[in-house]
């Protein structure tokens, strides 16, 4: 017996057979889902288990993408691109001293940082970022009803953001090159985890009545994430 749900757009067909009634959801090399599961568990609780598990799959086909794609590297010469708020600001080797910064929309790396370039343009990326997120986040935790503490911006590895139980909030930096719009997604989500910490329907709900069009964000964000600069220059 076999049958096909549905997650979002997403088509994941069910193998029913077996002992165990405990569902399992995998993600197929080809990127495919599929759900296994006892033939005695009802649809709708296969519906529910499926839509707990929207964000890890999401998550895990993001991840999948990205390892598929060659990683983005950038040369640290006059004319490289960089994306900061979705917008691409060419970089400009400069004589002066300081940090990384903007000037008449050119993001300035003064030559004697150029050797540790990668490092000071992720730290500008995370400098700009907590000081561009304060005034969102009070935003958001307002709506939300949340009292998050320290927000971060710093690298997550393969996560666009986390939340932990000391109510903590980070970003990864990459994520400021996305526009405002999918920066707010990460951090409306993280902050949603601050009331519900897992992915289940009260998360959503929660989720779809401060960001009713949460779902659209999520897809774009994945569609954008396998193409951001995650470091490493050339």
């Known amino acids: 017996m076999s049958a096909v749900l549905h997650l979002d757009d997403l088509r994941v067909p069910v193998e029913t057979g077996g002992a165990s009634r405990k569902a399992r959801l995998t993600i197929e090399a080809d990127g495919s889902l599929r759900l296994r599961a006892a033939e005695d568990v009802a649809t709708e ?43 691409s600001h060419r970089l400009k080797i400069g004589d002066a001293h300081g940090t990384v910064h903007l000037e008449r929309g050119r993001l300035v790396l003064p030559r004697p940082l150029v050797e540790v370039g990668e490092a000071s343009l992720i730290a500008w990326y995370q400098r700009c970022g907590e000081a561009w997120l304060r005034p969102r986040v009070r935003s958001w935790a307002e709506r939300l009803r949340v009292e ?6 710093a690298d997550l590895g393969h996560k666009w953001g986390s939340a932990t139980a000391g109510k903590r909030v980070r970003i990864h930096w990459a994520t400021l090159q996305l526009s405002p719009a999918l920066v707010d997604y990460v951090l409306a989500h ?16 929660l989720l779809g009545r401060v960001m009713p069009e949460y779902d659209e964000r999520k897809q774009e964000l994945a569609k954008r994430g396998a193409g951001l600069w995650f470091g490493g220059t050339s």
């Open 45 to 87: 609780e296969l519906t529910q288990f499926l839509a707990s598990k929207r964000e890890w799959v999401y998550r895990k086909l993001a991840e999948k993408e990205v390892l598929q794609h060659e990683p983005v590297t950038k040369e640290l010469v006059d004319g490289e691109g960089f994306q900061y708020l979705g917008r």
């Open 148 to 153: 998050p503490g320290a927000v971060e911006v």
């Open 190 to 205: 993280e902050l949603a985890h601050l009331r519900e910490p897992h992915h289940g329907p009260d998360f959503w709900q």
